[in-house]
């Protein structure tokens, strides 16, 4: 059964720093492409960060670039996202994203990030 669970997500002021983690199980995660979304309430999802199964690659949204870095443990199977300077604007559920080909593509159940002004 795949299972992504993602933990680390609070209440933090702005200016402040957390780290976001989703522990994998039930695919061969070394395989698969790793991201994080997030979804802010009345928005659409969209795609913060991804890094390539090995971890050679990463690539950022706009919004984040020098703030948020994604990596990769394959030996715990755990994907993280290290947020720092973090901003009002980002503000959002964060979801763990698994994906490989066209036919496999697995979601968390998301971690709410709350950042007060």
């Known amino acids: 059964q795949v299972q992504l669970v993602e933990s680390g997500g609070g209440l933090v002021q702005a200016g402040g720093s957390l780290r976001l983690s989703c522990a994998a199980s039930?695919?061969?995660?070394?395989?698969?492409?790793m991201s994080w979304y997030r979804q802010a309430p009345g928005k659409e999802r969209e795609l913060v960060a991804v890094?390539?199964?090995?971890?050679?690659?990463?690539n950022y949204a706009d919004s984040v670039k020098g703030r948020f870095t994604i990596s990769r443990d394959n030996a715990k199977n755990t994907v993280y996202l290290q947020m720092n300077s973090l901003k009002p604007e980002d503000t959002a559920v964060y979801y763990c994203?698994?994906?490989?080909?066209?036919?496999?593509?697995?979601w968390g159940q998301g971690t709410q990030v709350t950042v007060s002004s």
């Open positions: 039930g695919f061969t995660f070394s395989s698969y492409g």
């Open positions: 994203n698994a994906r490989y080909g066209f036919m496999y593509d697995y």
């Open positions: 890094i390539s199964s090995f971890g050679g690659n990463t």
